[in-house]
């Protein structure tokens, strides 16, 4: 069971406690941050032309990802699929199989094809136990998904070494936020975390991810989750610059 945290409070990462078997059994925090404030940016509408960035200034996100139509972000996935995740430490490819999670593989299906992993960070590496990534590092769309929770599904793999997993903060709760395992955690098997994919190729990319801010905030001095959400990736850039990145994320023809 998950304790609920008071009213902009942080929930105390999951994992982390798993990690190092300091939490009693049926009381582990979760996994995945709450929002404490929301920044929705506001789609232009009507004919109007679209106002031109800022010199300098990053491309305005996709209203696909500010703004998803329900009926797309509902849409099947292909039974499998392979998607290649381009990173700063090189490809790594995961074959994802529907039956195995349909629900977060249909939501992974529509963020991947709609370009919401480039430039996520790889804000949470803790080696010999997870990878975690799938915040996008822009406010707006961060916030969109934060409230486009996905009901669980069953667990019907292993969470083994390279198998790609949706963190939770408690049941029913998922939405953007993934892990890659870095061992076999066949704690979280009981615990509804349901695989969906594993790592084909490029593990040992995966592997060099850098590590060295150890845990997220407030367990360790690594990035906050709270920040990351309400900030964006200027906030990574300016604290945490080691830190590795998808640069981009496509669905293998």
Not at 40 to 51: N, Q, R, Y
Not at 165 to 170: E, K, L, P
Request: with cysteine; aromatic share 8%; charged share 20%.
């Amino acid at each position: 069971m998950c304790t609920e945290p008071g009213p902009g409070k942080q929930r105390i990462p999951l994992l982390g406690w798993l990690a190092r078997g300091t939490a009693a059994a049926g009381t582990f925090p979760a996994l995945r941050f709450p929002t404490i404030c929301a920044f929705l940016a506001l789609a232009a509408c009507g004919g109007d032309a679209p106002k031109a960035a800022p010199a300098g200034a990053a491309p305005a996100p996709a209203e696909a990802l500010v703004n998803p139509d329900p009926n797309k972000l509902a849409a099947a996935a292909p039974d499998s699929f392979t998607i290649v995740f381009t990173t700063t430490k090189g490809d790594v490819e995961v074959l994802v199989q529907r039956r195995l999670a349909p629900r977060g593989a249909d939501r992974l299906h529509y963020l991947v094809t709609n370009g919401f992993f480039s430039g996520a960070r790889f804000y949470r590496v803790l080696p010999g136990f997870v990878a975690q990534f799938g915040l996008s590092g822009i406010p707006a769309v961060d916030a969109a998904f934060d409230k486009l929770t996905l009901d669980d599904d069953p667990v019907r793999a292993k969470n083994l070494k390279g198998t790609l997993v949706f963190a939770t903060a408690g049941p029913n709760t998922r939405t953007t936020q993934l892990f890659i395992n870095l061992a076999d955690n066949a704690q979280l098997d009981q615990m509804g975390f349901a695989p969906l994919g594993k790592v084909v190729r490029g593990m040992d990319a995966v592997e060099k991810f850098y590590a060295g801010y150890g845990e997220g905030a407030p367990m360790g001095a690594g990035p906050d989750q709270m920040k990351l959400k309400a900030v964006g990736n200027d906030y990574l850039k300016a604290q945490f610059p080691e830190l590795d990145s998808v640069v981009r994320a496509t669905i293998k023809p």
